[in-house]
């Protein structure tokens, strides 16, 4: 099979150098430092597991014209949710003159990438996807460290039986890879509950700088991550999903047998990167307030870490 991953930061690293792995052929859309290294260097992947260190094709999303859509069978996307909006529109055009498309796969954090990009592209051909467990950064220019079971769960925003097909295909060459694959027909529900966990851990782990494991079992930090995940679970009834609190209060107690690890949003602190607040905790404080409720947990450690990240990036420059 043809894949084109757009984003060569953690997770489309992974997903693209696993598939490359297999015998797929796979390229990277890569911009700026990290698409010039690639070119001219190997991309380096660690994990317990395994070592991938070699050559892999990158182009910018500029050369992507010099690419037959009806050639490709799909393209995730693993880029940060702000820039869901600027690739669906060039995918769009992209594919506005051929009628064998690819499907487009979003492997992204926040719960709205899926319906951005049905604005732009065929609704039938967007898959929402999700990864669980694993954790995947760059440490540096070309070299990529992954770490923790990885879980995929995927699932067609509009189901019918030709993307139902092409799951099924997707997914027995994703077992090759020694990872685990769900597909679900609930997809909407699946984010929502990963948003629940992002919510409870990604922004108040970057505000801390601590890790999800340690702050999950710490006595009073522990309340304050549960009371961040019911105030997700609130939000979910705003948009028909209605996770419950005894859901919630699940997902909390098998949260704190998850291996620890360093979330997203503490590695984009680390490296001046733009945080996901609004894709993670401003989905929740919206969604609340459609309710007349104020997610206060979450508007205090949103607030306190974007306060607190402008600070450090002014005292940079």
Known sequence: MKFIIIGAGGVGSFYGVKLKMIGHNVTFI??????EYLKDNKLKLTHPDFLF???????????????????????????K???????????????EHTLDVPYFISLQNGVENEDRMCKY?????????????????????????SVGEVQTILGAVFPDEKNNDFLEILKKQLDKTNTTTILTNNIKLELW????????????????????????NDEKVSVLIYNLMKEAAIASHAVGVNISE???????ELMKNFESIIPSM?????????????????????????????ASYTRTISTVLEYQYKKQKNSEK
Not at 194 to 216: M, P
Not at 281 to 291: A, D, L, P
């Open 121 to 145: 592209l065929p609704k039938d051909k967007v898959i929402g996807g999700l990864t669980r467990l694993i954790a995947a950064h760059i440490i540096k220019i070309g070299e990529v460290e």
């Open 30 to 35: 890569a911009r700026n430092d990290n698409l």
């Open 246 to 252: 005894d859901d919630a209060n699940e997902m909390f």
């Open 266 to 294: 503490w590695m984009d602190k680390k490296n001046n990167r733009d945080l996901e607040l609004d894709d993670i905790c401003g989905v929740v404080i919206k969604n609340c307030e459609k309710q007349g409720i104020d």
């Open 81 to 95: 949710s702000m820039s869901t909006k600027l690739i669906s529109k060039t995918l769009a055009k992209w594919i």
């Open 193 to 216: 509950k990963k948003l629940i966990i992002n919510n409870g851990v990604n922004a108040i782990c970057a505000l801390l700088e601590e890790k999800s494991g340690t702050l999950i």
């Open 53 to 79: 260190e070699d050559y892999v094709d990158v182009i910018s999303i500029e050369e992507l014209d010099k690419i037959d859509p009806s050639m490709i069978d799909a393209i995730f996307i693993a880029t």
